[in-house]
T-cell receptor
Framework: GENVEQHPSTLSVQEGDSAVIKCTYSDSASNYFPWYKQELGKRPQLIID?????GEKKDQRIAVTLNKTAKHFSLHITETQPEDSAVYFC????????????FGKGTKLSVKP | DTEVTQTPKHLVMGMTNKKSLKCEQHMGHRAMYWYKQKAKKPPELMFVYSYEKLSINESVPSRFSPECPNSSLLNLHLHALQPEDSALYLCASSQALVGSTDTQYFGPGTRLTVL
């Protein structure tokens, strides 16, 4: 089955700096890769996603890149702000018939003012 | 409306109690999910309903019993739980069948404490 590895587990940056979180997946048939942001005590919220027919997607300060050959995808946040502080989860939907969302273990991002 | 709602927000129950968690969505989604999330961990899939039929049961103990009365509602019936079942229980929904690339939208969760 699919396995998703996420690094780093914690990330601390200064306000205004960029943050990069990386994930690798094992199932080459996986075709959908969402990123969720979860603030303390709140629900996971989708912030951006990418499907396997594109290599990069951008939404204001957030971008996701996908390298299908290497089976990895990354989240890039530019000009970080304190309100970006949260736990970020990458996920993949496996190519098998189940299609379950398989999550990485999460990255706790802290943006220091 | 891209909202999934869940009730109650918090629930405290004893090991002999029976309680139910409720989830509702009015987005016309046909797939609904139950996840369990422990502190500092990612959500873990428990059950998936597709077109009101149970599609996936991730080897969840029988003390958790899901029910999908109609396309908008999803319940999780709880009975004889253990303290280790204390967690955040998240409901999610997506537009189409399991196996699609449709986005899953999460509800706010029910914080369950088992005494």
């Amino acid at each position: 089955g699919e396995n998703v590895e996420q690094h780093p587990s914690t990330l601390s940056v200064q306000e205004g700096d960029s943050a990069v979180i990386k994930c690798t997946y094992s199932d080459s048939a996986s075709n959908y890769f969402p990123w969720y942001k979860q603030e303390l005590g709140k629900r996971p919220q989708l912030i951006i996603d990418i499907r396997s027919n594109v290599g990069e997607k951008k939404d204001q300060r957030i971008a996701v890149t996908l390298n299908k050959t290497a089976k990895h995808f990354s989240l890039h946040i530019t000009e970080t702000q304190p309100e970006d502080s949260a736990v970020y989860f990458c996920a993949a939907i496996g190519g098998g018939s189940q299609g379950n969302l398989i999550f990485g273990k999460g990255t706790k991002l802290s943006v220091k003012p | 409306d891209t909202e999934v709602t869940q009730t109650p927000k918090h629930l405290v129950m004893g090991m002999t109690n029976k309680k139910s968690l409720k989830c509702e969505q009015h987005m016309g989604h046909r797939a609904m999910y139950w996840y369990k999330q422990k502190a500092k961990k990612p959500p873990e899939l428990m059950f998936v309903y597709s077109y009101e039929k149970l599609s996936i049961n991730e080897s969840v103990p029988s003390r958790f019993s899901p029910e999908c009365p109609n396309s908008s509602l999803l319940n999780l019936h709880l009975h004889a739980l253990q303290p280790e079942d204390s967690a955040l229980y998240l409901c999610a929904s997506s537009q189409a069948l399991v196996g699609s690339t449709d986005t899953q939208y999460f509800g706010p969760g029910t914080r369950l404490t088992v005494l």
